[in-house]
């Protein structure tokens, strides 16, 4: 007798549709990892800035370039993500929004509050 259940031999990730909970997850995850790993980054660009007058013109030049720019607004997108997301937790933490619909509503106010204030800097940036 067989009492092994047959598993998937081949499962595609591209077809699974996460919850929007998930997504929400696991972009914190991501924006918290991504934050930790440019705080060395950030020390030293800060130490190189305050150096002398030319350190700080080349490094204004530097976050003035087009790669410049998108890794300041990944930085904000990342501290924008780990900010709202982690109050949606702390929210949750104290028992408020634990329902099926309110936790989904929740996760898209996160989105949607990120993607609002994103945009704003964004705007003051560029």
Excluded at 102 to 123: K, M, N, T
Aim: charge should be positive; proline fraction near 2%.
């Amino acid at each position: 007798m067989n009492t092994h259940k047959r598993r998937p031999v081949y499962l595609d990730l591209t077809r699974i549709r996460m919850p929007v909970n998930a997504l929400v997850s696991i972009a914190h995850r991501a924006s918290g990892v991504l934050l930790f790993l440019a705080i060395p980054l950030l020390i030293y660009l800060f130490d190189r800035s305050l150096r002398s007058v030319q350190d700080f013109s080349a490094l204004v030049s530097a976050l003035n370039s087009v790669f410049g720019k998108l890794c300041v607004l990944g930085l904000v997108w990342a501290l924008l993500h780990h900010l709202f997301a982690g109050l949606r937790y702390l929210l949750l933490d104290i028992h408020i929004g634990l329902t099926r619909t309110a936790a989904r509503v929740g996760a898209w106010a996160v989105f949607g509050a990120e993607a609002f204030a994103f945009v704003v800097i964004a705007g003051l940036l560029l």
